[in-house]
C-alpha cells in the first residue's frame, strides 16, 4: 500500500476513470482513498464469537469477490510461467514481439486444452 501510495496509484485511482478494480487483502483500506473504485474482500467485523449469520453473509461476499478475482489470479500464474521474460538480456526492441508470441502461444494452448476438454 505505501508503494502504491509513493507512485501516486491512489491520486490516480481516485481522480482517474470511474473504473473498479478488484485487488486483494494486502490493499484493504485503499477502497476509501480511491473513492470505492478499489474493491477487496470483506474486513472482518467481528474478531471474537461473530454472530452465525455475519459469518455466513462474509464468506458469501469472499467467495464472489474471489471468483471475479480468480481469471487475474490466473493471467499472472500463466505469466509468472514463463521466466524466461524475466531474464530476458536480448534486445528490448524485440520484447514486443517476445511477448507477442508468449500471448499466442498461451491462447493456442487454452484453445487446445478447451477443445479436448468439449471432446470428453
Not at 484493504?28 to 470483506?42: E, F, N
Amino acid at each position: 500500500m505505501t508503494h502504491a501510495r509513493k507512485l501516486g496509484l491512489v491520486k490516480l485511482l481516485a481522480n482517474g476513470p470511474a473504473v473498479g478494480i478488484l485487488a486483494d487483502v494486502g490493499y484493504q483500506g485503499l477502497g476509501a482513498q480511491t473513492g470505492g473504485r478499489l474493491v477487496t474482500p470483506p474486513h472482518r467485523k467481528f474478531k471474537k464469537n461473530p454472530p452465525e449469520w455475519y459469518e455466513e453473509m462474509r464468506e458469501r461476499q469472499r467467495k464472489a469477490h474471489s471468483s471475479r478475482r480468480i481469471r487475474v489470479e490466473h493471467g499472472i500464474d500463466h505469466l509468472k510461467n514463463w521466466r524466461a521474460l524475466a531474464r530476458h538480456h536480448g534486445r528490448r526492441e524485440h520484447m514486443s514481439d517476445i511477448t507477442q508470441a508468449v500471448a499466442a502461444l498461451l491462447s493456442h494452448q487454452q484453445t487446445a486444452t478447451l477443445g479436448s476438454g468439449a471432446k470428453t
